[in-house]
């Protein structure tokens, strides 16, 4: 079976710091993940995605992600925080029809 | 560009009423998905229909059903409703063209509150 975890409920950063948001991912086969962001009473919106190939991938608004293979991780990360990106990340595993989902963490980004 | 419609945004049932919601999802797009999602908790899958066919169930109580049309829209019919069924629901829709690792795109959700 599938399945993500989110270690962490909420993570705390100032803005123009760097920001990590941790996943780890157990799947049987090749590894479908992604990255989700959650706006408030909003849909979620994906933010990017690996499939194969290069273990960092990068996405949208300036996010990237590393996969690491060795340690089932697939890491959200960010150079530079905006206050803008504060909102709740969800990270997902992909198997045949169904998408599962991380608990989410939320995240917080101090001017 | 077009995005995933649902509607309605919100509704309002007394308990034991039925509620449909409906989805349209993004044009050319093949597969269907809808999701729960609890207040402060991550979405939980319910079920997905590729081509007009269920392809996969999740945690869809049996109080529950749904279906995909011929015009690709989708249609979540709950009965005998509860208070725990009040949440946010999503619909999403993706393309097959994108293979197994095709994204989701979701729409804004429709806000059950079960009084």
């Known amino acids: 079976a599938q399945s993500v975890a989110q270690p962490e409920d909420q993570v705390n950063v100032a803005e123009g710091n760097p920001l990590t948001v941790k996943c780890t991912y157990s799947v049987s086969g090749n590894p479908y993940l992604f990255w989700y962001v959650q706006y408030p009473n909003r849909g979620l919106q994906f933010l990017l995605k690996?499939?194969?190939?290069?273990?960092l991938v990068k996405g949208s608004y300036g996010f990237e992600a590393e996969f690491n293979k060795s340690q089932t991780s697939f890491h959200l990360k960010k150079p530079s925080a905006l206050v803008s990106d504060s909102a709740l990340y969800f990270c997902?595993?992909?198997?045949?029809?169904?998408?599962?989902f991380g608990a989410g963490t939320r995240l917080f980004v101090k001017a | 560009a077009a995005g995933v419609i649902q509607s309605p945004r919100h509704l309002i049932k007394e308990k034991r009423e039925t509620a449909t919601l409906k989805c349209y999802p993004i044009?050319?797009?093949?597969?269907v998905y809808w999701y729960q999602q609890g207040p402060g908790q991550d979405p939980q899958f319910l079920i997905s229909f590729y081509e007009k066919m269920q392809s996969d169930k999740g945690s869809i109580p049996d109080r529950f059903s749904a279906q995909q049309f011929s015009d690709y829209h989708s249609e979540l019919n709950m009965s005998s409703l509860e208070l725990g069924d009040s949440a946010l629901y999503f619909c999403?829709?993706?393309?097959?063209?994108?293979?197994?690792?095709?994204?989701?795109?979701f729409g804004e959700g429709s806000r059950l509150t079960v009084l």
């Open positions: 999403a829709s993706s393309s097959s063209r994108g293979g197994a690792a095709g994204e989701l795109f």
């Open positions: 997902a595993v992909r198997g045949g029809f169904k998408t599962i």
């Open positions: 044009p050319r797009h093949d597969t």
């Open positions: 690996y499939i194969t190939g290069d273990n």
